[in-house]
């Protein structure tokens, strides 16, 4: 029955996300941040129930990592000022780390990964994402200028993630699109593990 509960929790707190204003989803903080270095500082306090915006315009050659521990009713949440209007270009990607956190509406264009992933659902092999969501977002011929050289656009990691009504589109080099890792500790995959929906998918 806890359990039962729980998944129930899990999964309106996804509804509440997509239904409610972002002004009702968090009553903590809501800020912009304009720069990576203003972007550090900030998601280092971040604590459940916040909200943090990226400021509007080009974001060139960083490495955004997404680090935080949220609740099934308190999600932490990173947004576009405005979706679609926040660009990450160069070599720039996003990793993801913690619990109960959401992405929503980053566009990567115009350059590529210093690393092997775009979007990764982890920061290192000891630190994953679970029951948190990237959503739509953009990946659009983000590829790497040498054809050879191999990396990954989206790659999933820990339990109970979604990446769902995003926009894939134009991968060209070596690599996979997108792939998911299953942890040696589960032996049964079950629909509500991993979900992917994609608005768009285009090679």
Known sequence: MTKSINNLN?????????LLPMGCQSKQSHSVV????????????LKPGDTLFLANGVWKDVELVFEGKGTADSLIVLLAETPGEVF????????????????????????YTPSGEVISFRKDSKNLAFNSRITECVIDNYNNPDRNAQDSWVMMYGQNNRFDHNHIEGKRNQGVTMAVRILKTVKKITTASTIITLAHAQS
């Not at 899990?10 to 997509?18: E, F, K, P, R």
């Not at 990450?88 to 350059?111: D, T």
Request: hydrophobic share 40%; charged share 20%.
């Open 10 to 18: 899990y999964y309106l707190s996804w509804a509440l996300l997509c």
């Open 88 to 111: 990450m270009e160069g070599k720039s990607n996003l990793s993801i780390a913690g619990e109960y956190l959401v992405v929503k509406g980053l566009v990567f264009r115009n350059g």
């Open 34 to 45: 304009k720069n990576k270095t203003e972007y550090d500082s900030a998601v280092k306090s």
